[in-house]
């Protein structure tokens, strides 16, 4: 039993020693790249530690009793009829209490730092949908140079520069799209969560909640709703792109001007399609927009720079919008042949594009850098 | 609660108290928070109807304060009730939980009366978050009531069968707390709901 | 037992069942012993069921994008095994325990209302019955066992109608189950059974009964308004007209951390209860161990909020559940230094009840520290809704509470059944639950620790987790196979004839083993006259000037002959058929609630006219 156990303990403690070196866990807590996720890990370790510190005490303690203790065949022995002592109770009443005292002040601490919002941090107001995340630019100076000079704004990607503050405020919408059996997407409970960058944060109907956070290196970090918000609650995901400064600066940049005018006649076709197209169950514009033309649904991901390389992927991150730099136009036809069969119930119901209207609808789509 | 009625074999008990007894106080204890539940729900949603109509848009105090003190009249026949019992006057103790369950009708039939008149006046219980407390809060009490009315019934039925214990005024007693109880949430209900002004958008 | 086949006097509403044997003896009993066994039977019958929808559950994130179930059918299933292991397993199978034991234990005949207690049994099962329907009418409930609005009123499935009404129905059985054992333990006691000398196990019932009552109505509450909003389109957690879906939490939460107090408090009173007797020792520290089990009681109500640390109720009340979810660590640390201190220096005899209660106590003990974890709010904000909850959870309630439950059986299995369960196939059990158990659970800290959320039907293969999910995968087929072998051994019993050897098979200390295996129906011939806790221990053994047990010869006891209540006077409560009947009518009641207004008609008549017949009969058929 001993052996086992000791085997086991030194299982998990190998296995926790690789999760944290390891580079391959994208969603691993105990890889901090930024200041929250890092206060976050380097509280709760050293828990962890005393915590293993009264597992071997507790454990250990238990099975050298049922070891030492054990009746052997052929002995007699009488053990002492002890009922209790009070001195050991108050003893193992007080030790336990005053190390979770000890615990609990930098607990306090932390969580009233991570309360805070400071000025001089960006804004970005993160929506949840069944189930996808939208991300709105809020600050003036984030508008975008055309039409009604809106914020800009993204889906599935959360694109921010490099040690920059950023203040997320979230939000749960609903109401808009609807699924092939026209049930409508509805404002429920999600979570915001970015392990290797921040807690979750719940995205409450009706609140506003929030996160504040920045990231220390450039790179892609990723994160999913974390609060269960119904039949794909296990697919919705999204990825924070962290970008250098000048990369920061040509991403805003591009973001700001309105989505390309299709070069090829391919694309066109799948532009006049995307906006003056009828299909089975309604048109595309209904719920997207495609900034500078006269697509402004807003029920839907925003498809306006879709081939950005910064959106790296599409549907609550169901499929990379790129493999290895080309555009994935495999997985956005299957999903335009019919949305459900990629992701059961998603919103966006199977309009019946014949082939050559998906192979249309794709070279637009990947035309809008 | 109908087997309440029912007095076991009460003499060893550990405490001296009846069995029954004691199960009907913690059982009247779950229902406090039971009450305590909805009415904290009617409390919190307080002026957070985002439409009309609001409480002083449908309330009729004078009304409700007589149905209240209709139900309240129903706590003194039930001690009358109880008292008959106690002196084994089997005959008068029939006729005050008749009474009582009368009171007890009376006061139902005003709430369903009450209740049809909001529901003309525009409140529904899914018009706001007004018409959704207020329906379901009284009308959990209004179902405690019919319960209660139910119990008394059965009281007089069997009392008149002879199929009660000898001892009368145990199952009595027993549905008494009951309809004291139901009674004193009434109070606070009233209180709540009623008496206390509730600040409306529209007025 | 023998068959008693009386005809009914005339005098009730209808002929009233006498059998007290046989098949349909079974559907009439108001046996408290007998009600015992049918909870315990189902309850085994719901964990074999929970644990096939785990095995679905595992089988399915074996690999990445597993494809064996869809989103809807893994959502369903998930949540499907949560309220089954939790309403239709822990919670009957504490029953199971508490009702066969507790009148036994307190020297009593019966519970106080033992048809009550029929109705509480078939209240729960209709109800659990209730809520399986509705696989065959449109799925089952796919909301998590917690439904949180306004994902639950939302959803176009009839899923989450179902679990608000299946989980009244059995809300309602708890609640008089409740108040049924609770007045039990407080009024039945034994002569001289004053209350701190009756055994853990019936203080911690008397604390679980409490819990119920004062925990289940807010829940109650909460489940009214979750199906008046489905169903009636009220507000209560509709943000869109001025709804709060945070109230669902809070009174989801209130109810429900006390609940896990009621999942896990039976499994420290089966601890208690057989630690001492395989130690050959006194519970150490008998009161600490009393009070702290009422201690986590009352501070259980305070804790809610700590489900709720992601929520954004602000820093305050982050700090104020945080403090509160560190202090409940305390009495749950006394009770476990206690056992050690009542192992200490014992003569242990392992045998596989006392390996379950050692195994179950080591992996609570994990359970516990990760719990206390939970208490470092800023840090939860990573953990929770992650597998590491899911991880400590399942420490506490499969390592704690099964662990225990299985212990219990074996313990008391010659008790009940008068038969003894094989003991190398109960020791077989135990080392092959406790290794698949950590195979199982271990490597989910781990997954949530490296970022895998709670309730997904999928992972891609780039979370890099696909080891540890394989792990836990194998490990939840090994405690499968420990499960079917224990109901081999159940079945192994079975063939041997009734009869054991010694009605007293482990030297124990309470007074359920001062009678017969089985008890006669009214438990004792003669109620015994208590003088000391472990009463039947000190019956038995004396101290000598050294403090070393001697044996009191039989019949040499200093103790007077017990005087209570002569055997020729018991007037047994009899069997009635009006407890199922009104039961009955609650799931009718509920399907009128979804299908039709008639059917809650008829449903309220059937249980209506079930109660008057049951005020009309009397408890104890007359004599003839």
């Given at each position: 039993m001993r052996n086992r156990l000791f085997g086991a303990i030194g299982l998990g403690a190998v296995a926790l020693l690789l999760g944290s070196c390891s580079g391959d866990l994208p969603q691993n807590t105990f890889d901090p790249a930024g200041p929250v996720a890092q206060k976050q890990a380097d509280l709760i370790i050293p828990v962890l530690w005393v915590a293993a510190g009264v597992f071997v005490l507790v454990e250990g303690g238990i099975v050298l009793i049922a070891l030492k203790y054990r009746h052997r065949k052929g002995e007699e022995r009488t053990p002492p009829q002890t009922h209790g002592n009070t001195r050991l109770e108050i003893g193992w009443t007080i030790a336990p209490a005053l190390i979770l005292a000890f615990v609990m002040v930098p607990t306090v601490g932390l969580i009233w730092e991570l309360s805070e919002r400071p000025a001089d941090a960006m804004h970005v107001t993160v929506k949840g949908y069944q189930w996808w995340w939208g991300f709105e630019y809020t600050d003036p100076e984030m508008t975008v140079g055309y039409g009604s000079?809106?914020?800009?704004?993204?889906?599935?990607?959360?694109?921010?520069?490099?040690?920059?503050?950023?203040?997320?405020?979230?939000?749960?919408?609903?109401?808009?799209?609807?699924?092939?059996?026209?049930?409508?997407?509805?404002?429920?409970?999600?979570?915001?969560?970015?392990?290797?960058?921040?807690?979750?944060?719940?995205?409450?109907?009706?609140?506003?909640?929030?996160?504040?956070?920045?990231?220390?290196?450039?790179?892609?970090?990723?994160?999913?709703?974390?609060?269960?918000?119904?039949?794909?609650?296990?697919?919705?995901?999204?990825?924070?792109?962290?970008?250098?400064?000048?990369?920061?600066?040509?991403?805003?940049?591009?973001?700001?001007?309105?989505?390309?005018?299709?070069?090829?006649?391919?694309?066109?076709?799948?532009?006049?399609?995307?906006?003056?197209?009828?299909?089975?169950?309604?048109?595309?514009?209904?719920?997207?927009?495609?900034?500078?033309?006269?697509?402004?649904?807003?029920?839907?991901?925003?498809?306006?720079?879709?081939?950005?390389?910064?959106?790296?992927?599409?549907?609550?991150?169901?499929?990379?919008?790129?493999?290895?730099?080309?555009?994935?136009?495999?997985?956005?036809?299957?999903?335009?042949?019919?949305?459900?069969?990629?992701?059961l119930g998603a919103k966006m119901p199977d309009y019946g594009l014949s082939e050559d209207e998906i192979d249309a609808i794709a070279a637009y789509l990947y035309s809008l850098t | 609660?109908?087997?309440?009625?029912?007095?076991?074999?009460?003499?060893?008990?550990?405490?001296?108290?009846?069995?029954?007894?004691?199960?009907?106080?913690?059982?009247?204890?779950?229902?406090?928070?039971?009450?305590?539940?909805?009415?904290?729900?009617?409390?919190?949603?307080?002026?957070?109807?985002?439409?009309?109509?609001?409480?002083?848009?449908?309330?009729?105090?004078?009304?409700?304060?007589?149905?209240?003190?209709?139900?309240?009249?129903?706590?003194?026949?039930?001690?009358?009730?109880?008292?008959?019992?106690?002196?084994?006057?089997?005959?008068?103790?029939?006729?005050?939980?008749?009474?009582?369950?009368?009171?007890?009708?009376?006061?139902?039939?005003?709430?369903?009366?009450?209740?049809?008149?909001?529901?003309?006046?525009?409140?529904?219980?899914?018009?706001?978050?007004?018409?959704?407390?207020?329906?379901?809060?009284?009308?959990?009490?209004?179902?405690?009531?019919?319960?209660?009315?139910?119990?008394?019934l059965s009281l007089v039925g069997m009392s008149s069968a002879r199929r009660l214990p000898d001892d009368q005024a145990f199952p009595v007693e027993m549905v008494g707390l009951y309809w004291h109880f139901v009674d004193i949430v009434w109070i606070v209900i009233f209180t709540v709901v009623y008496l206390v002004p509730t600040p409306s958008p529209g007025g | 037992m023998a068959s008693v086949s009386v005809v009914a006097p005339s005098k009730g509403l209808v002929r009233r069942p006498m059998a007290t044997g046989g098949f349909w003896s079974w559907f009439t009993t108001v046996d408290h012993k007998k009600i015992g066994i049918m909870y315990g039977i189902s309850a085994f019958v719901f964990f074999v069921i929970g644990g096939l929808e785990a095995l679905l559950i595992r089988a399915q994130l074996y690999q990445p994008d597993g494809t064996l179930l869809n989103a809807d059918q893994y959502n369903q299933i998930f949540t499907t095994h949560g309220i089954t292991m939790v309403f239709l397993f822990v919670m009957p199978m504490a029953a199971a325990f508490f009702n066969y034991l507790i009148p036994l234990m307190i020297g009593a005949r019966d519970v106080a209302f033992p048809r009550l207690n029929a109705f509480s049994f078939w209240a729960f099962i209709l109800g659990a019955m209730f809520l399986y329907s509705s696989a065959f009418l449109g799925g089952l409930p796919n909301c998590g066992w917690f439904c949180y609005a306004p994902n639950s009123t939302t959803d176009p499935t009839s899923g989450a109608t179902f679990y608000a009404l299946g989980l009244l129905i059995a809300g309602i059985a708890s609640t008089v189950g409740a108040v049924n054992l609770a007045v039990t333990v407080i009024n039945l006691r034994a002569p001289g059974m004053s209350l701190f000398r009756v055994p853990v196990l019936v203080w911690m019932g008397l604390v679980v009964q409490l819990l119920l009552v004062f925990s289940l109505p807010i829940i109650t509450v909460a489940l009214f308004q979750l199906l008046f909003d489905r169903r009636f389109n009220t507000a209560f957690f509709d943000p869109t007209r001025g709804g709060e879906p945070l109230l669902w939490q809070h009174m989801f939460w209130l109810f429900g951390h006390p609940e896990v107090y009621v999942l896990i408090l039976p499994a420290f009173a089966i601890f208690s209860e057989i630690l001492p007797v395989f130690s050959r020792k006194p519970l150490f520290g008998y009161q600490f161990v009393v009070f702290s089990g009422?201690?986590?009681?009352?501070?259980?109500?305070?804790?809610?909020?700590?489900?709720?640390?992601?929520?954004?109720?602000?820093?305050?009340?982050?700090?104020?559940?945080?403090?509160?979810?560190?202090?409940?660590?305390?009495?749950?640390?006394?009770?476990?230094?206690?056992?050690?201190?009542?192992?200490?220096?014992?003569?242990?005899?392992?045998?596989?009840?006392?390996?379950?209660?050692?195994?179950?106590?080591m992996m609570f003990v994990i359970g516990g520290l990760s719990g206390v974890t939970h208490s470092i709010v800023p840090s939860d904000y990573q953990q929770t809704d992650t597998y590491y909850v899911v991880a400590h959870f399942h420490y506490v309630i499969f390592g704690g509470g099964v662990f225990a439950f299985f212990g219990g059986l074996v313990y008391w299995w010659p008790k009940v059944f008068a038969r003894m369960f094989p003991e190398r196939l109960s020791k077989l059990v135990f080392w092959l639950m406790l290794i698949g158990f950590n195979l199982t659970f271990g490597p989910m800290h781990i997954l949530g620790l490296g970022g895998m959320i709670r309730r997904t039907y999928t992972y891609p293969e780039g979370l890099g987790l696909t080891l540890w999910n394989q792990l836990a995968t194998v490990g939840s087929f090994i405690i499968a196979l420990s499960v079917a072998i224990f109901a081999l051994g159940a079945i192994a019993s079975f063939r041997k004839p009734k009869g054991l050897a010694n009605e007293d098979p482990w030297d124990a200390r309470t007074l359920e083993w001062m009678t017969a295996c089985p008890p006669a129906a009214h438990n004792f011939d003669e109620i015994p006259t208590v003088h000391a806790l472990d009463e039947f221990w000190h019956r038995k053994y004396a101290e000598d000037k050294e403090g070393r047990l001697v044996r009191v010869p039989a019949g040499a006891s200093d103790h007077e002959p017990d005087g209570h209540g002569v055997a020729l006077a018991i007037h047994l409560p009899s069997p009635s058929f009006w407890p199922l009947v009104a039961a009955l009518g609650l799931p009718v009641m509920s399907y009128g609630v979804i299908y039709s207004w008639w059917l809650i008609g008829i449903g309220a008549i059937i249980t209506v006219t079930a109660l008057m017949g049951w005020a009309m009969e009397p408890s104890v058929a007359e004599e003839h």
């Amino acid at each position: 039993m001993r052996n086992r156990l000791f085997g086991a303990i030194g299982l998990g403690a190998v296995a926790l020693l690789l999760g944290s070196c390891s580079g391959d866990l994208p969603q691993n807590t105990f890889d901090p790249a930024g200041p929250v996720a890092q206060k976050q890990a380097d509280l709760i370790i050293p828990v962890l530690w005393v915590a293993a510190g009264v597992f071997v005490l507790v454990e250990g303690g238990i099975v050298l009793i049922a070891l030492k203790y054990r009746h052997r065949k052929g002995e007699e022995r009488t053990p002492p009829q002890t009922h209790g002592n009070t001195r050991l109770e108050i003893g193992w009443t007080i030790a336990p209490a005053l190390i979770l005292a000890f615990v609990m002040v930098p607990t306090v601490g932390l969580i009233w730092e991570l309360s805070e919002r400071p000025a001089d941090a960006m804004h970005v107001t993160v929506k949840g949908y069944q189930w996808w995340w939208g991300f709105e630019y809020t600050d003036p100076e984030m508008t975008v140079g055309y039409g009604s000079s809106g914020p800009i704004v993204t889906a599935d990607t959360l694109v921010v520069p490099v040690g920059q503050t950023v203040d997320l405020s979230l939000e749960a919408v609903g109401g808009g799209a609807r699924d092939a059996e026209g049930e409508a997407d509805h404002a429920v409970i999600h979570s915001f969560w970015t392990p290797r960058l921040f807690g979750k944060q719940d995205v409450v109907p009706g609140h506003e909640g929030n996160i504040v956070f920045s990231a220390d290196e450039p790179g892609t970090y990723w994160g999913q709703c974390a609060e269960f918000c119904g039949l794909q609650h296990g697919r919705m995901w999204f990825r924070v792109v962290v970008l250098d400064e000048a990369a920061w600066a040509a991403w805003v940049a591009n973001e700001k001007t309105p989505g390309a005018e299709p070069s090829s006649a391919l694309a066109r076709q799948g532009m006049d399609l995307f906006l003056n197209g009828e299909f089975d169950g309604g048109q595309c514009i209904a719920c997207h927009a495609v900034g500078g033309t006269e697509a402004g649904g807003i029920a839907a991901p925003d498809l306006t720079h879709f081939a950005a390389p910064t959106h790296e992927c599409f549907a609550g991150c169901n499929w990379d919008t790129f493999v290895n730099g080309e555009p994935n136009l495999d997985d956005l036809k299957a999903w335009l042949r019919d949305p459900g069969a990629v992701k059961l119930g998603a919103k966006m119901p199977d309009y019946g594009l014949s082939e050559d209207e998906i192979d249309a609808i794709a070279a637009y789509l990947y035309s809008l850098t | 609660m109908a087997d309440a009625a029912i007095a076991h074999d009460e003499h060893q008990t550990t405490t001296g108290l009846p069995s029954t007894k004691l199960g009907m106080w913690l059982f009247l204890s779950s229902e406090c928070l039971l009450f305590g539940a909805l009415i904290t729900a009617y409390v919190l949603y307080r002026g957070s109807s985002l439409v009309g109509p609001y409480p002083n848009d449908v309330f009729d105090i004078p009304y409700t304060s007589v149905s209240s003190f209709v139900l309240l009249a129903s706590s003194l026949t039930m001690v009358l009730a109880h008292a008959a019992a106690e002196q084994r006057d089997f005959g008068r103790m029939r006729v005050w939980l008749l009474t009582t369950a009368m009171l007890g009708m009376t006061f139902v039939g005003g709430q369903v009366y009450e209740f049809t008149v909001f529901v003309e006046e525009g409140l529904r219980i899914d018009t706001n978050l007004f018409g959704t407390t207020f329906f379901v809060l009284t009308g959990f009490h209004g179902v405690h009531v019919t319960v209660g009315v139910l119990m008394l019934l059965s009281l007089v039925g069997m009392s008149s069968a002879r199929r009660l214990p000898d001892d009368q005024a145990f199952p009595v007693e027993m549905v008494g707390l009951y309809w004291h109880f139901v009674d004193i949430v009434w109070i606070v209900i009233f209180t709540v709901v009623y008496l206390v002004p509730t600040p409306s958008p529209g007025g | 037992m023998a068959s008693v086949s009386v005809v009914a006097p005339s005098k009730g509403l209808v002929r009233r069942p006498m059998a007290t044997g046989g098949f349909w003896s079974w559907f009439t009993t108001v046996d408290h012993k007998k009600i015992g066994i049918m909870y315990g039977i189902s309850a085994f019958v719901f964990f074999v069921i929970g644990g096939l929808e785990a095995l679905l559950i595992r089988a399915q994130l074996y690999q990445p994008d597993g494809t064996l179930l869809n989103a809807d059918q893994y959502n369903q299933i998930f949540t499907t095994h949560g309220i089954t292991m939790v309403f239709l397993f822990v919670m009957p199978m504490a029953a199971a325990f508490f009702n066969y034991l507790i009148p036994l234990m307190i020297g009593a005949r019966d519970v106080a209302f033992p048809r009550l207690n029929a109705f509480s049994f078939w209240a729960f099962i209709l109800g659990a019955m209730f809520l399986y329907s509705s696989a065959f009418l449109g799925g089952l409930p796919n909301c998590g066992w917690f439904c949180y609005a306004p994902n639950s009123t939302t959803d176009p499935t009839s899923g989450a109608t179902f679990y608000a009404l299946g989980l009244l129905i059995a809300g309602i059985a708890s609640t008089v189950g409740a108040v049924n054992l609770a007045v039990t333990v407080i009024n039945l006691r034994a002569p001289g059974m004053s209350l701190f000398r009756v055994p853990v196990l019936v203080w911690m019932g008397l604390v679980v009964q409490l819990l119920l009552v004062f925990s289940l109505p807010i829940i109650t509450v909460a489940l009214f308004q979750l199906l008046f909003d489905r169903r009636f389109n009220t507000a209560f957690f509709d943000p869109t007209r001025g709804g709060e879906p945070l109230l669902w939490q809070h009174m989801f939460w209130l109810f429900g951390h006390p609940e896990v107090y009621v999942l896990i408090l039976p499994a420290f009173a089966i601890f208690s209860e057989i630690l001492p007797v395989f130690s050959r020792k006194p519970l150490f520290g008998y009161q600490f161990v009393v009070f702290s089990g009422i201690a986590i009681g009352f501070i259980g109500f305070g804790v809610w909020a700590h489900h709720m640390y992601a929520a954004g109720l602000g820093p305050v009340a982050n700090t104020a559940f945080g403090i509160s979810t560190a202090i409940i660590g305390v009495p749950t640390g006394i009770k476990i230094f206690n056992w050690m201190a009542t192992m200490y220096k014992g003569d242990l005899r392992l045998q596989s009840p006392m390996l379950f209660c050692i195994g179950g106590i080591m992996m609570f003990v994990i359970g516990g520290l990760s719990g206390v974890t939970h208490s470092i709010v800023p840090s939860d904000y990573q953990q929770t809704d992650t597998y590491y909850v899911v991880a400590h959870f399942h420490y506490v309630i499969f390592g704690g509470g099964v662990f225990a439950f299985f212990g219990g059986l074996v313990y008391w299995w010659p008790k009940v059944f008068a038969r003894m369960f094989p003991e190398r196939l109960s020791k077989l059990v135990f080392w092959l639950m406790l290794i698949g158990f950590n195979l199982t659970f271990g490597p989910m800290h781990i997954l949530g620790l490296g970022g895998m959320i709670r309730r997904t039907y999928t992972y891609p293969e780039g979370l890099g987790l696909t080891l540890w999910n394989q792990l836990a995968t194998v490990g939840s087929f090994i405690i499968a196979l420990s499960v079917a072998i224990f109901a081999l051994g159940a079945i192994a019993s079975f063939r041997k004839p009734k009869g054991l050897a010694n009605e007293d098979p482990w030297d124990a200390r309470t007074l359920e083993w001062m009678t017969a295996c089985p008890p006669a129906a009214h438990n004792f011939d003669e109620i015994p006259t208590v003088h000391a806790l472990d009463e039947f221990w000190h019956r038995k053994y004396a101290e000598d000037k050294e403090g070393r047990l001697v044996r009191v010869p039989a019949g040499a006891s200093d103790h007077e002959p017990d005087g209570h209540g002569v055997a020729l006077a018991i007037h047994l409560p009899s069997p009635s058929f009006w407890p199922l009947v009104a039961a009955l009518g609650l799931p009718v009641m509920s399907y009128g609630v979804i299908y039709s207004w008639w059917l809650i008609g008829i449903g309220a008549i059937i249980t209506v006219t079930a109660l008057m017949g049951w005020a009309m009969e009397p408890s104890v058929a007359e004599e003839h």
